[in-house]
């Protein structure tokens, strides 16, 4: 049984008497740094000369110094800049400036599981990662909740590694939901298998492919949309709130019928072969490796790929429906 913490189990003063630097203002860094101040705890931002982000920051009442200088001040130092860039802003701004007793914390565990950061000995190296997006983050804190959040020690220097996680999930509202505990290894293959699998690949691929497979049978686009992406939110929301069985209540007995015969005819036991092979690759470092080379590399691939999409009939039509929807169109999650 997984081991839950909530607010009674986190003690704020422990955050609140350290100094913080948050590395890096996009979707995370800015939940963490706003809402950690409104903590009260002492809060500084890192950022890179030039960053676009520096304004934003500065005028949500946040101080705003180089990495380096973050890093140098604070004594817990949360790295949220992009995962293919971690390991040189830590190379570069972070690891000169570790000393003994500090603490490095991470919102993702990839760096840390394959190697490309590696601490010193004498500091905590733990991971608070909240379970959806920075801006839900926020906006669930400022609303008197909290988005759950996963929390791991990787390296506990000073053996209070696990009550300082604790208590930096309690100071961006993450014990108010809860905080169940994992490890580097398990939070970095599940987070990746999951959005590769399931909720970004799987899911894309299961609605391009049905999408296409109406409009290829002739039926038209704004009706293949509305059936195989945008009708998905609204299946989605029910498993959120009962799980597959409030889903099954809530549609007809026609479609809970489909659902048994014809959901194993999609995904088959050779998906989950190919799931399996998906892992192990995974597990091995092999998607890690070719990542980082094609980030590394100009990100030829993936803006090819980019591109391909963004030019999908789905899309396009998409796009000229949901104009007619005002209620649907909210960029912040
Ligand atoms: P992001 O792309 O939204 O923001 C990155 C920020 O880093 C930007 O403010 C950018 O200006 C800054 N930055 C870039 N280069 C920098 C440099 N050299 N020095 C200092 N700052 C620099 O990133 P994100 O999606 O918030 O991801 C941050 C971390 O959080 C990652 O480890 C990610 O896996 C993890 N995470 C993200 C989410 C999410 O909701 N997006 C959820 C869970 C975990
Ligand atoms: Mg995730
Ligand atoms: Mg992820
Ligand atoms: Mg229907
Ligand atoms: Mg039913």
Redesign the pocket.
Known sequence: MAELFYDDDADLSIIQNRKVAV????????AHALSLRDSGVDVRV???EG???KAKAEEQGLRVVS?AEASAEADVIM?????P??A??YEE?IAPNLKDGDALF???G?NIRYGFIKPPAGVDVAMV??????HL?RRQYEEGRGVPCIAAVEQDATGNGFALALSYAKGIGGTRAGVIKTTFTEETET?LFGEQAVLCGGASALVKAGFETLVEAGYQPEIAYFECLHELKLIVDLMYEGGLEKMRWSVSETAEWGDYITGPRIITDQTKVEMRKVLAEIQDGTFARNWMDEYHGGLKKYNEYKKQDENHLLETTGKELRKLMSWVDNDDA
């Open positions: 590395i890096g203002y996009g979707s995370q860094g800015h890192g950022l890179h960053s676009k982000s990495a790295v949220l800049v992009p995962d860039l971690q040189q802003v701004s991470f919102g993702h990839l990662a909240p379970k959806g997006p920075g983050v987070d």
